[in-house]
C-alpha cells in the first residue's frame, strides 16, 4: 500500500519536487526491504497517468512514528536508491536548491531544506505503558541520539546563507489538530528554528491542513497531512495564537518561491485552491 499521507510539492521555477512528509511507504509501516520495493515499484511504475507521470521526479522522505512501527531500516536501505535515486530516505539529512536561472550569471541564491527524525523525540513512545512495538534500531542512546541530531542541525543553519530555511518533520510543533502542539519539539527544536530565522517547519502527522505563524519569531508551521486519512477534527479550544488557517479535510500544500518571495497554497481533495499565503524577504 502505498500512502500519500503528508505529500507535499516544491515547485521550483518550472519543476515540480514532490516530497513525503511522512508515512512513506506504507500506513502500517514496512516489514521488509523486499516490500518497501514492492511498494515503490508499484509507485513509480510508468503505466500511469500522464500528470501521475509528471510529478515523478524526485521523493524526499523523513521517517514518522508509523514507519517505526514496521521495519525502519528498510526504508533507508540504500538498496531502495540504487534502485530509484529519486527516493531519498534518512534519519536525518540536507538538500540545497538553486533558486537561479541560467541568465542569471554569478547567482548564488538558494533554498536549504533541513530534514529531521522527529520520532524519537516524543516521550510517550518510550512509555512502558506504550501498546505499539517501535522498531529502534540504528539508533544510539536516546539522549546521544537527540543531542546529536539538535548539535547537527543548530551547526548547519549557523553556516547556512540560504535565501530560505525550510527545516521538515513529521511530527507538529504548532498544531490545531487531533495531535495539537508537540511538547518535546516546542520545548527542544522551536529554540533553533527563532535562533537561526528558519522561515518554514513544514510537517505532517495531523491529518489536517494548516498555516501558524510564531508571532516571535515570524517561523511560519506547515501541517500538510490530509493526503489520506482526515476529518480528526481541528480542535478550537486550543492555543490560537498565530492560527492563519486550518482545514479539516483532505488536501495537500504546494509551495514555489524564487529569491525573494514564496508562495504558500493549500489545495483540497479535487486540487481546488483554498488557501493562500505570499512571504517576502528584503532585497538588501
Not at 500506513?27 to 518497501?36: D, F, K, N
Not at 511498494?39 to 508509523?66: A, K, Y
Not at 514564496?262 to 538588501?284: C, E, P, Q, V
Request: proline letters at 3%; one cysteine or more.
Amino acid at each position: 500500500m502505498v500512502s500519500t499521507i503528508n505529500l507535499w510539492w516544491l515547485l521550483r521555477w518550472d519543476k515540480w519536487v514532490p516530497c513525503w512528509g511522512s508515512r512513506s511507504l506504507s500506513a502500517l509501516g514496512i516489514t521488509s526491504t523486499i516490500l518497501a520495493l514492492l511498494g515503490w515499484t508499484i509507485f513509480s511504475s510508468p503505466h500511469r497517468s500522464p500528470t501521475f507521470t509528471l510529478l515523478q521526479v524526485c521523493r524526499l522522505g523523513v521517517l514518522g512514528n508509523h514507519d517505526y512501527m514496521g521495519d525502519v531500516l528498510s526504508q533507508m536501505d540504500p538498496y531502495i536508491q540504487l534502485r530509484d535515486d529519486r527516493w531519498i530516505c534518512q534519519r536525518e539529512y540536507h538538500l540545497q536548491y538553486s533558486l537561479c536561472t541560467d541568465s542569471m550569471k554569478g547567482c548564488k541564491m538558494h533554498v536549504d531544506f533541513f530534514f529531521i527524525d522527529t520520532t524519537p523525540f516524543v516521550d510517550d513512545y518510550w512509555a512502558a505503558s506504550q501498546t505499539h512495538t517501535f522498531d529502534w534500531r540504528g539508533l544510539a542512546s536516546r539522549e546521544e541520539q537527540l543531542r546529536n541530531q539538535l548539535q547537527s542541525l543548530n551547526d548547519k543553519l549557523e553556516t547556512s546563507t540560504a535565501n530560505w530555511k525550510v527545516v521538515v518533520g513529521h511530527h507538529t510543533i504548532r498544531s490545531m489538530g487531533y495531535h495539537g502542539d508537540t511538547p518535546e519539539l516546542v520545548k527542544n527544536l522551536l529554540p533553533i528554528l527563532k535562533k537561526h530565522r528558519v522561515d518554514l517547519y513544514v510537517n505532517g502527522h495531523d491529518h489536517t491542513l494548516q498555516h501558524i505563524k510564531d508571532q516571535d519569531s515570524g517561523v511560519h508551521f506547515v501541517t500538510s497531512g490530509g493526503g489520506s486519512k482526515a476529518w480528526d477534527g481541528v480542535r478550537s479550544s486550543e492555543n490560537t495564537e498565530g492560527v492563519l488557517f486550518a482545514y479539516d479535510g483532505q488536501g495537500f500544500a504546494a509551495i514555489s518561491m524564487g529569491p525573494h518571495e514564496l508562495l504558500l497554497s493549500f489545495h483540497d481533495g479535487l486540487g481546488n485552491t483554498i488557501y493562500t499565503a505570499h512571504l517576502h524577504k528584503s532585497r538588501h
